[in-house]
């Protein structure tokens, strides 16, 4: 299974500011997604970081807000940009060799805003 | 509208006994169910994967059934450790849809020594 390092493990932030979480996979990787867990509830998937080209946003999320990037087949970054108190969440990433696979997850990012 | 349910109550059971988790879904056709484990403060872990053609499937002390016709998947945990205390959160493929699965919220499992 793919072993998966996002950092920072977590961070307390200004509104207004941005914040970019990496995500670094020990193998090559055909699919990368970044999700977010608010306490309690489901992962909400925020978008599919696809290499080489622009991510694939699910309904809620805009590039303008959460602009990903991937440039190889084992990195990615998610950027929360413009940040306010309603992005307090956990944002975490995963890994999947391919359809109909399992997912792996890194341990994700606290993020806070005050 | 499509959904899954996972009991939010959490599940409180003695060191020893099987626990059962109970995933229920509504409008999908899923080509297969995953099931993970949660620890505070971490990611999920995959545990297990079933697919539609599969009635059970088992892996150590871990079994899980999946019933497409009552579209529900029970996980159970035979012999259960305080070490298996964790929320485990079952997850759905859509076929002939998008092939990244869905989560539900999971359940919370207590096992007391």
């Known amino acids: 299974s793919a072993v998966i390092s996002q950092k920072p493990s977590r961070d307390i932030c200004q509104r207004g500011t941005s914040l970019t979480i990496q995500c670094q996979v020990d193998s090559q990787v055909t699919m990368m997604f970044w999700y977010r867990q608010q306490p309690g509830q489901s992962l909400t998937l925020i978008a599919t970081a696809n290499q080489g080209s622009e991510a694939t946003y699910e309904s809620g999320f805009v590039i303008d807000k959460f602009p990903i990037s991937r440039p190889n087949l084992t990195f990615s970054t998610l950027t929360v940009s413009n940040m306010s108190p309603e992005d307090s969440s956990i944002y975490l990433c995963s890994a999947s060799r391919g359809e109909n696979q399992p997912q792996h997850f890194g341990d994700g990012t606290r993020l806070s805003i005050l | 509208s499509q959904k899954i349910e996972q009991n939010s109550e959490a599940l409180n059971i003695q060191e020893g006994k099987t626990a059962t988790l109970t995933c229920n879904y509504t409008?999908?056709?899923?080509?297969?169910l995953q099931w993970y484990r949660q620890d505070p403060g971490r990611g999920p872990v995959f545990l297990l994967l079933i697919r539609e053609n599969e009635k059970e499937k088992r892996k150590e002390r871990l079994k899980v059934t999946f019933d497409t016709t009552l579209k529900q998947s029970l996980f159970h945990i035979t012999a259960s450790q305080p070490a298996d205390s964790a929320t485990y959160l079952c997850a759905l493929d859509i076929k002939g849809g998008s092939y990244i699965p869905t989560f539900g919220r999971g359940t919370s499992l207590i096992v007391h020594p």
């Open positions: 409008n999908y056709s899923p080509a297969y």
